[in-house]
């Protein structure tokens, strides 16, 4: 005990406290190796967003709405990102690079490049905004939900800046910074509103991919 009564000492006691506590991440994936949650960081399965993809989902999207057009379309993940990020008025700010978009398990993945300043100005990162540098990589995985015909919703579910989680808690004041305070009617105070036809009746994502299903005369989906 007498080590730890010099001040020297208590330092890098703390020290090695406070690494083990902001690597968390990595050395408990490293204890839970039987976790079965998705790997985030397979690249292989990214696909980069483009305005052609946007046109691609849009198209997609609009066919549903034609009376002879197909009861379903499947979409890739870079597809249905980039239109979503164009319809919900832009996920990522004007300034952030290498955005990509992935299907892992049953949640959509945009990530990107951002400069930090534009996150920690939400006060969702706390204390750990310090610690990041001036752009670090953003990611955002959820799922979607039709609220209501030409209305849906993107719910985010996992949003981390670089290798640390973002507590749930904390994503409805990202969402607020994102959407600059404006609130649409019936959309979750930890989603995106995204307008989609009045044909849409609902989204499902498996498989590495989204299918969009449209509404059948009966209102019920297929």
């Known amino acids: 005990m007498g080590c730890l009564r ?5 330092v890098v006691v703390l020290a090695i406290v406070a690494g083990l506590w902001l690597t968390q991440n990595k050395w408990m994936r ?3 190796r039987s976790d079965p949650a998705p790997e985030v960081s397979a690249d292989r399965v990214w696909q980069p967003l483009s305005p052609q993809a946007a046109a ?4 997609a999207l609009d066919g549903l709405a034609s009376p ?26 004007a300034s952030a690079d290498s955005v990509e978009a992935a299907v892992i398990g049953d949640v959509l993945y945009v990530r990107a490049i951002v400069p930090t300043k534009d ?26 939900r039709v609220v209501r015909p030409g209305l849906s919703e993107f719910k985010l579910r996992d949003v981390k ?8 808690g904390a994503i409805p004041r990202l969402v607020q910074q994102i959407t600059k305070g404006k609130q649409t009617p019936g959309i979750a105070n930890d989603a995106l509103a995204v307008p989609t036809p009045t044909s849409l009746a609902d989204v499902r994502i498996a498989n590495g991919r989204v299918t969009l299903y449209k509404s059948t ?4 989906t297929p």
Do not use: H, M, T, W
Not at 161 to 166: A, E, G, W, Y
């Open 217 to 220: 005369p009966a209102g019920r």
């Open 6 to 10: 010099r001040v020297g000492c208590l």
């Open 161 to 168: 800046l670089r290798d640390f989680s973002v507590p749930r």
């Open 119 to 144: 996150i920690a100005r939400s006060g969702a990162l706390g204390p750990l905004a310090g610690l990041l540098n001036a752009r670090e990589k953003v990611s955002l995985g959820g799922s979607f």
């Open 68 to 93: 002879r057009g197909p009861v379903f379309v499947n979409l890739s993940a870079n597809e249905i990102a980039s239109y979503v990020v164009q319809a919900a008025g832009g996920a990522f700010p």
């Open 56 to 59: 691609r989902g849009k198209q």
């Open 30 to 32: 490293v204890v839970k």
